[in-house]
């Protein structure tokens, strides 16, 4: 059966749904289902999504969403679609662009307003120490000291593995156990199932219904899904045979695949580990 609503693991799902402008209410409460009372979102401006940095040698930074509070707190809203090398690395990079736009001219006394990233994952992270850990959905991540004490608390990252999301309709209880259900099985539904009888959740589901787009909208989310469906495929098999964690030949065999499928070059250096000028020069 043809599907009725959009794919929210592509980059077109996701934006459609969180990233423009008719979404905030959308992205805001989707937001507070994952932060403690305390820190409730009453209102959010868009940010440009490429931070650049303050020298020619600082790499470029593109998040899916980027966005402030009415407090001037910032959040990094992204979607991982596969596993890549150093994944952790880069969200912990991409996190000190939004502290050193917080810089001032002249004197300043750097204290800082609160950053948050958030990673919406389509894997799971697969290095466990202990058994606990394996099946958990929500990972929060805070500095802490030796002894568990938080030393920073105005560092916050949350991933969130939605291949561990496994709560049937039934056992729904919070309002983040229902965003979760809702984006992991969004593409599924032929129905709106009665627990998202509300005014958010009915937004929602009206922006992603795909009989609303036009041919435009159509267009740019079939060739969201292809991209998302091959990249997915060509990652999670290079992984199962070890290739990108492997030898340097099995990451060459990767960036061709992934180049031949259309990947941008940028996505391929950071999955793979490769330089751009090395996957530039593959054939």
Do not use: C, H
């Given at each position: 059966m043809k599907a009725k609503y959009?794919?929210?693991?592509?980059?077109?799902?996701?934006?459609?749904?969180?990233?423009?402008?008719a979404s905030k209410p959308l992205l805001i409460d989707f937001l507070n289902a994952l932060l403690p009372q305390q820190n409730k979102i009453?209102?959010?401006?868009f940010k440009n999504t490429e931070q650049l940095g303050h020298s020619e040698a600082d790499r470029k930074a593109i998040y899916d969403i980027y966005c402030e509070n009415e407090n001037g707190e910032k959040f990094i809203v992204e979607l991982q679609k596969a596993k890549q090398n150093y994944f952790k690395e880069r969200t912990i990079y991409y996190s000190t662009f939004p502290i050193?736009?917080?810089?001032?001219?002249?004197?300043?006394n750097y204290n800082l307003k609160a950053v948050y990233c958030v990673g919406i994952l389509d894997f799971t992270f697969d290095d466990y120490k202990t058994e606990p850990e394996k099946s958990e959905v929500v990972h929060t991540i805070n500095l802490k000291n030796q002894n568990g004490k938080t030393f920073y608390d105005k560092l916050t990252y949350i991933y969130l593995e939605m291949p561990n999301f496994k709560q049937a309709e039934t056992e729904l209880k919070t309002r983040l156990d229902k965003w979760l259900y809702f984006i992991k099985h969004l593409e599924d539904f032929h129905t709106i199932p009665t627990i998202f009888i509300d005014t958010i959740f009915t937004q929602a589901f009206e922006k992603a219904e795909l009989a609303k787009f036009d041919q435009s909208e159509l267009d740019r989310y079939e060739n969201s899904l292809k991209s998302?469906?091959?990249l997915k495929g060509i990652l999670d098999t290079a992984f199962d045979e070890g290739k990108i964690e492997g030898k340097i030949e099995g990451?060459?065999?990767?960036?061709?695949?992934?180049?031949?499928?259309?990947?941008?070059?940028?996505?391929?250096?950071?999955?793979?580990?490769?330089?751009?000028?090395?996957?530039?020069?593959?054939?």
């Open positions: 959009i794919n929210p693991f592509t980059d077109f799902g996701f934006k459609k749904i969180f990233g423009e402008e009453i209102d959010l401006s050193r736009e917080q810089a001032e001219m002249g004197e300043w998302y469906r091959d990451k060459i065999e990767v960036a061709k695949s992934l180049k031949q499928n259309g990947v941008s070059i940028d996505i391929i250096a950071v999955t793979t580990g490769l330089t751009n000028e090395e996957i530039e020069n593959l054939s």
